[in-house]
């Protein structure tokens, strides 16, 4: 359903907004090309989702038909399956390396393991990888100093079909809600729109670019029109989109007569985008087209070959099942038995895990070592603390937010009682929740995800 929906979405935002004759580009033109995704989530091999070495072959076609591309990576590209998880990662970096990504911009899943961890992909030392383009993060600052962060960039200028293209990364002002607050804590998120109009300002005027974008990790109408309408000296001639992994292809008129291209791709590489922006001969952008395609209408580029090798032990053990579920298991259903694993193993009185936290369903049939990090993406640790029954009373009125284990029932809490609590990191500091773990002590376990592992494999063993 979802992918016939997709070509839906597809068709009609090819003819609505381009199907007419006066948007075709010609074949002689002289163009900047553009190519994006977003919100890959790890999916670096082909399995249920196309792998990278689908997108090569997309990127072969693409610039066959047209010439070079400036290739985008628009945030929250690591996080997400078994392979990239295990290596924080690598796998990712070296793809993008492979296909010759032009920049990457940092998004609210990049902090999932702390910054630190991909920070050594800019830290210059080849032993442990080295991403060969930069990361921008123009409105990401240190809290405490309001310093930018010293390995990523504002802005990338590339040079493309003779053109200079100035490239603005931000990140939404409003996603630190999306990230666990300790990973988040050092680091501030600045309104994007003076910073934009700033940096656009000096692209054009200091950098001499001809064309500048905006690749934002975040969609918001209203900041969408405020970039497409800033003023002449800072205009933006196109305005790439992720998070909300929503198939884009839409428009921003702007006053001078050109529709600004607004773009954003479905996650997990089930699409993946170009805009290609016709100039004139004042280097001015006169149109451009969208395009969208789906990875999976193709093969693998055997350029990827020697790369899928070396994680290939990892993808065949991310393939090892480790159980069987003879019916559909969703998101809800999985939550709760998540919770019912934690109090079996800790003895706890409550568990509580956050709905959030769970990414996907299991479907009838094997269940794999990788489809257990498709549901949980993040690695959430286990954290065991006392609470008193008023403070679990708080919790529970959370309960739209939260799985509890099955046999909890908020309305046998008894004020007077202390009651041992297991819950997950993200659930004891998150803002929603912080004031029901006021004064109490914490001790971390496990990861979340082992704990529903083990439960699996041992309900499989008996």
Known sequence: MKKALNILLILLGFFFFFGCDEHAIPEDANTVNLFTINDTHGAFVSDDYPGMENVASVIKKLETNYGR??????????QGSYVSNIHFGLPLV???NLLEFDCFVIGNHEFDWGLDKIAQYKDGNPDN???NFPFLAANIVYKETGERIPWTEDYAIIENNGYRVGIIGIIGSGLKNSIASAMVADYEFLDTKPIVEELAYELRNEENCDAVVVAAHDYQNFEIRYFANLPHESRIDAIITGHTHRLVA????RDDGYSVPVIQCDDKNESVGAVIIEMDEAKNPVNAKIIHERPSDYHGDKRMSALLDKYRADIEEGNRSIGYTPEYLSEGRIGRETAKAMHEKYGVDVAFINTGGVRESLKTGPIRIK???????FDNRVVLTE???SQLTGLASQSGYLYAHPAFS???????KTYRIATIDYVYTGSRYRPYFRNTIREDRELMRNVFIEYIEDFYQK
Not at 250 to 253: G, L, R
């Open 69 to 78: 591309f400036i290739k985008i990576a628009n945030g929250d590209i690591f």
């Open 94 to 96: 070296e793809a993008l």
């Open 129 to 131: 990888g080295e991403a």
């Open 250 to 253: 839409d428009a921003e008129e």
């Open 371 to 377: 489809d257990v990090f498709e549901v949980y993406p």
């Open 387 to 389: 609470v008193s029954g």
């Open 410 to 416: 908020s309305l046998e809490i008894d004020s007077n």
